[in-house]
């Protein structure tokens, strides 16, 4: 799985104050509706949800085939 080092440049140019308050144009006021409707929305959502969970699914897949192969042929 990444590093959360990996998100401290997004999180740093991020505004201090909530999304729900920095944005005036959305009428409904939920936090999710916020991120869907900001330019940060898909980059945001790919970046910080999506891609951690590709990754360490990944990274187990390889891992138990690495262990799977060691075991088999006696290294551990």
């Known amino acids: ?3 959360p080092i ?3 440049p997004i999180f740093y140019q991020l505004p ?3 999304f729900f308050l920095t ?4 009428p409904s006021h939920t936090i999710l509706n916020t991120f869907y409707k900001t330019k940060f ?3 945001f959502f790919f970046f910080l949800l999506i891609l951690p969970f590709l990754s360490s699914i990944f ?3 390889f891992f138990f085939l690495a262990l799977q192969t060691s075991l088999h042929l006696g290294l551990f």
């Open 41 to 43: 929305s898909s980059l």
């Open 59 to 61: 990274l187990s897949k």
């Open 6 to 8: 990996f998100y401290a």
């Open 16 to 18: 201090k104050k909530p």
């Open 23 to 26: 944005s005036q144009f959305i």
């Open 1 to 3: 799985m990444l590093s």
